[in-house]
C-alpha cells in the first residue's frame, strides 16, 4: 500500500526560522524569563523529606538553628515551613541559598555566609552593621524573609517592586522586558543580568531535564507542542504538520521554565509530503525536513500529483531546508509503498527502488499508522536493492517481552531509563510503554542513560 498523504493547498501557519542550527549550549539563559510563576509559587514541589535529602549534599544536611521565631529547627525544616507558609516552592528557596551563598554545595561555610544565606536585606551600597540591616541576620530569618518577601511583597503587589512585567528596564545595560510576574520579582531582588544568569544555571542544574531528542512537548494550558531536537525545541505550528510526522500521544506536559531552557530552532510548519513551489516555479517534495527537487511538471504528474496540492513559499523558506537528490522521470517511486510477501509475511518499506525490512507490527503501527500492506509475491519485492532495517521513530518508549527494563529511543538508540524516579520525573505515562521483541531492541544500539537533574 501506498504511504502517502494526499492534502490540499495549507496556509503556512509560521515563517521557517533561519538555516540549521549548530548544537545547543547547555542551557539557553533568556534575560525576560527567569521562571514560571508556577515553578516559583509551587510549595507542594518537594516535602521535608525530600528536602532533608537534598541538603545531604553539604553542611547543611546536620545544621541546626532558630528560626525566625526563636525555635530551634533543622535548615531543612525551616526551608520546609518558610515554603509552606509562604506559597513558595522549596526547591526555589535552595536555589536562592545556593545564588547568594553557595550553602548547599559548600562543606564548610562562613558564619557570615550563614547568617545572610538569602541575601535578604544585603545591597551593593549597604553596611551590615546597619541596625535596620542586621535585625535580618540569621540563617531562619533570611530564609523566612526571603521567602515572604517574594509572596507579599514582589508577587501580592508586583506594580510596587520598581520593576513590572511587559515594561522595558535597563539592567547592566542590557534591555530587559520581564515575561512574567516571577521574572519581574526576581529582577526586583537581584536587579544584575549575572545573577539571574547564575540562578537559572543552577536552576537547570539540579531540577532542569536534558529531554531526548525526539520528545514532545507542551506546557499545560496551551495549545502549542514543540518537539525537542538536538538541543533545540522546534515550534509544531500545525495539526497536520504533528499527526502527519509525529505520534501526539507521546507529547509531555512540562512547564514553563523546563521550556524556556532551550533556544528555538526551526518550525515545523508543513505536513510530511508536502509539495512546495518556490518564488522560481521550482517544485520540491518535502520529506521530513529534506527538500526533493522535482525535476520537471512532467515528472510531477507521472508520479500522480495533483497541482492543487502545491503549497507556494518564499525561496526564503526553502533556504531552511536541506536538498536531497532530485526526483527524475527515471527515478523509482520516490514515495513509500508498505509490501509484504504472500509466502511468509515478511514486510518492508519500498522508496526509491529501495526495500527496507519492517521487522514486525510494532515498527509498522509506529512508523505508518494506519496502513494496511499491499500483498506481493516474492518476485515483486525481489526486484528492489536491499536497505537497511526500518528503526522505531525517535520518542518511543519501549521495553522487552522478557525483561522489564524500560527504554526511550533516541537518535536512533535506546536510552535505559534505570529507575521509576526518573521516568516520572520526565513526565513519561507508563500506559505509553510499547512492548516489542528482543529482536527489535536489538536493532537499536544502546545509549547513553537517561539521568534525572536531581540523581
Same mark, same amino acid.
Given at each position: ?13 509560521a515563517?521557517?526560522?533561519g ?13 525576560d524569563?527567569? #521562571? ?8 507542594d ?18 545544621? /541546626? ?20 507558609? *509562604? ?23 562562613t ?22 540591616i542586621?535585625?535580618?541576620? =540569621? ?18 503587589d ?11 528596564v ?21 536587579? *544584575?543580568?549575572h ?8 536552576? /537547570?542544574?539540579?531540577f532542569?531535564h ?7 512537548l ?12 538536538? =538541543? ?19 507529547? #509531555? ?30 517544485l ?23 497541482e492543487?496540492? #502545491? ?6 523558506? #526553502? ?12 527515478t ?23 526495500? *527496507?525490512?519492517?521487522l ?26 536491499? =536497505? ?6 525517535? =520518542? ?32 513519561y ?10 529482536d ?16
Open positions: 500500500m501506498l504511504y502517502f498523504p494526499r492534502m490540499k493547498r495549507l496556509t503556512v501557519f515563517a521557517i526560522l538555516l540549521l542550527l549548530p548544537l545547543a549550549p547547555a542551557f539557553a539563559f533568556d534575560p524569563f527567569i #521562571i514560571a510563576d508556577s515553578e516559583l509559587t509551587n510549595e514541589a518537594m516535602n521535608l523529606d525530600e528536602i532533608q535529602a537534598f541538603l545531604n549534599k553539604g553542611y547543611l544536611a546536620d545544621y /541546626e538553628t532558630e528560626d525566625w521565631q526563636g525555635v530551634t529547627r533543622s535548615a531543612a525544616e525551616i526551608i520546609w515551613r518558610a515554603a509552606q507558609d *509562604h506559597n513558595i516552592n522549596p526547591r526555589f528557596i535552595l536555589v536562592l541559598l545556593q545564588k547568594e551563598q553557595s550553602l548547599i554545595e559548600d562543606d564548610e561555610p558564619q557570615k555566609q550563614l547568617d545572610w544565606a538569602a541575601g535578604y536585606a544585603v545591597c551593593d551600597d549597604c553596611s551590615l552593621s546597619d541596625a535596620s542586621s535585625r535580618w541576620k =540569621g540563617f531562619g530569618k533570611q530564609v523566612n524573609s526571603a521567602s515572604m518577601q517574594f509572596a507579599e511583597g514582589y508577587l501580592a508586583i506594580e510596587d517592586s520598581g520593576i513590572t512585567q511587559g515594561i522595558p535597563v539592567i547592566d545595560g542590557t534591555v530587559v522586558t520581564p515575561e512574567n510576574a516571577a521574572t519581574a520579582a526576581m529582577y526586583a531582588y537581584t536587579p *544584575h543580568i545573577g539571574n544568569k547564575l540562578f537559572v544555571s543552577i536552576w /537547570e542544574r539540579w532542569g536534558e529531554y531526548p531528542t525526539g520528545s514532545l507542551q506546557v499545560a494550558g496551551e495549545a502549542g507542542v514543540w518537539r525537542i531536537e538536538y =538541543g533545540y525545541r522546534r515550534p509544531i505550528t500545525s495539526w497536520s504538520a504533528l499527526v502527519s510526522r509525529f505520534n501526539p500521544n507521546l507529547i #509531555i506536559p512540562v512547564t514553563q521554565t523546563a521550556l524556556e531552557q532551550y533556544p528555538i530552532g526551526n518550525a515545523i510548519a508543513l505536513p510530511n509530503y508536502s509539495i512546495l513551489r518556490d518564488e522560481d516555479s521550482n520540491y517534495l518535502l520529506v521530513n525536513d529534506t527538500l526533493r527537487p522535482i525535476e520537471s511538471m512532467e515528472v510531477f504528474r507521472k508520479i500522480g500529483f495533483s492543487d496540492e #502545491i503549497v507556494d513559499v518564499d525561496n526564503d523558506e #526553502i533556504d531552511a531546508y536541506d536538498i536531497g537528490t532530485t526526483i527524475t522521470a527515471t523509482q517511486d520516490p514515495n513509500v509503498n508498505v509490501l509484504k510477501l504472500s509466502t511468509n509475511g515478511a514486510t518492508f518499506a519500498v522508496q526509491d527502488g529501495v526495500r *527496507h525490512s519492517i514486525d507490527a510494532t515498527i509498522l503501527k509506529a512508523m505508518y499508522p494506519g496502513v494496511t500492506p499491499t500483498v506481493v509475491e516474492p518476485v515483486v519485492i525481489e526486484q528492489y536493492r536491499e =536497505g537497511t532495517f526500518i528503526k522505531l521513530p525517535d =520518542g518511543y518508549l519501549v521495553r522487552s517481552y522478557e525483561e522489564p527494563a524500560v527504554f526511550v529511543i533516541s537518535e536512533g538508540v535506546k536510552r535505559p531509563i534505570l529507575s521509576e524516579h526518573v521516568f516520572l520525573d520526565y513526565g505515562s507508563w500506559d505509553d510503554i510499547v512492548f516489542v521483541s528482543q527489535v531492541l536489538d536493532l537499536h544500539a544502546t545509549g547513553d542513560v537517561l539521568t534525572s537533574s536531581e540523581e
